[in-house]
């Protein structure tokens, strides 16, 4: 009986489109910048790591976009921790020197979960432009919490709506996001890629309004607060 015949290998994934990675460091002398350079090493992973990250929770390898051919990192003593701007070809992320000492304590974590955020917004769609601030900022965080890279001082509470932003709006999406399944957020995000926002996205694409999901994700939380037992997540589909 002959052999049978040999299996062949799978072929590797296909890589993430990666851009050019520039930096320019504006104080040398900065206390920020040692601490920078000490806790992240090279820079250059860091910015890959977090153009992974970005790509792995808001796209498949076939659907990344490959718009982004630069990203300059700028780090320079300023008010704030940071924010993105550029053009679609060319993104500069701006980073606070000053951040980063006032971080010094948990230097290496800050300083890649603020790259993981920043970095979101070069690659995330914004519906034309329309799509509310506070998800914009929601959905970056929600990289950076499944980045592993959520700071200490992050709590899954309530506030004042569901699109207040940052952390609230992120735990908020991951509730989602493990209800209804992975990869909820990343639909999301391709429902906003050619067309204008609107709130009926998320009946699209749970079979409730957004107001309703607030609504049980605020009640999930209080009784988990009241102390009727821990904070769980019912899967649906």
């Known amino acids: 009986m002959p052999p049978p015949p040999p299996v062949a290998p799978i072929p590797p994934p296909k890589p993430w489109p990666m851009p050019k990675f520039h930096l320019r460091v504006e104080d040398l002398g900065h206390e920020g910048a040692s601490i920078f350079f000490e806790s992240v090493g090279n ?103 499944h980045a592993n ?32 399944g992975k990869g909820t957020i990343q639909e999301l995000n391709a429902c906003m890629k050619d067309d204008k926002y609107h709130r009926r996205v998320f009946k699209e694409l749970t079979g409730r309004p957004v107001r309703k999901l607030w609504a049980i994700y605020c009640k999930q939380l209080e009784e988990e607060k009241s102390g009727f037992g821990r904070f769980r997540v019912q899967k649906e589909g």
């Not at 709506?161 to 493990?178: H, N, R, S, V």
């Open 43 to 145: 820079p250059i992973t860091a910015l890959q790591d977090a153009v992974v990250a970005s790509f792995e929770w808001l796209y498949t390898r076939e659907t990344a976009p490959t718009n982004v051919q630069s990203i300059l990192l700028v780090l320079r003593p300023m008010d704030g921790v940071a924010h993105t701007l550029g053009s679609p070809t060319h993104k500069e992320i701006h980073f606070s020197l000053d951040h980063i000492k006032n971080s010094a304590k948990l230097a290496r974590e800050e300083i890649l979960g603020v790259l993981t955020h920043e970095v979101v917004h070069c690659y995330q769609y914004n519906a034309r432009g329309s799509c509310p601030g506070g998800l914009i900022e929601g959905i970056a965080d929600f990289v950076r919490l």
């Open 149 to 180: 890279l959520s700071p200490p001082h992050w709590k899954r509470t309530a506030g004042p709506k569901w699109d207040a932003g940052y952390q609230i709006t992120a735990y908020f999406l991951d509730w989602i996001e493990t209800r209804y």
